[in-house]
């Protein structure tokens, strides 16, 4: 059974920078791709960003640039800096992973795409 435990959430100041993380177990011999989804209250759970096996990600249009993730199969981790923060980036973020995954260089996230199969717990972020 994969297990997703995140980390690193906390509150910021708009413009500061924060940094995710998420230790993945149980994930066996699979590729999988992982990723960090968020949920405000009132709102829908919005996926921000994936990295795949090989390294290509894809990002939401409302945090490409500032956003960035990326993992260490080493360790079995993964992390989501996330730069020039500001106040509607605050909400419960989530780690993510879908197994026997490979993005296309074009792959573009979308409101439920991918449909990931694991969940951690969540990481609150807020910024005020």
């Known amino acids: 059974q994969v297990q997703l435990v995140e980390s690193g959430g906390g509150s910021v100041q708009p413009g500061e920078s924060l940094t995710l993380s998420c230790v993945a177990s149980g994930t066996g011999d699979l590729t999988y791709c992982m990723g960090w989804a968020r949920q405000a209250p009132g709102k829908e759970r919005e996926r921000v960003a994936i990295?795949?096996?090989?390294?290509?990600?894809s990002y939401a249009d409302s945090v490409k640039g500032r956003f960035t993730i990326s993992q260490d199969n080493a360790k079995n981790s993964l992390y989501l800096q996330m730069n020039s923060l500001k106040p509607e980036d605050t909400a419960m973020y989530y780690c993510a992973a879908l197994p026997n995954c490979r993005l296309p260089e074009d792959y573009r996230l979308g409101a439920n795409r991918p449909a990931y199969l694991y969940w951690g717990q969540g990481t609150q972020v807020t910024v005020s």
């Open positions: 990295i795949d096996g090989v390294g290509t990600t």
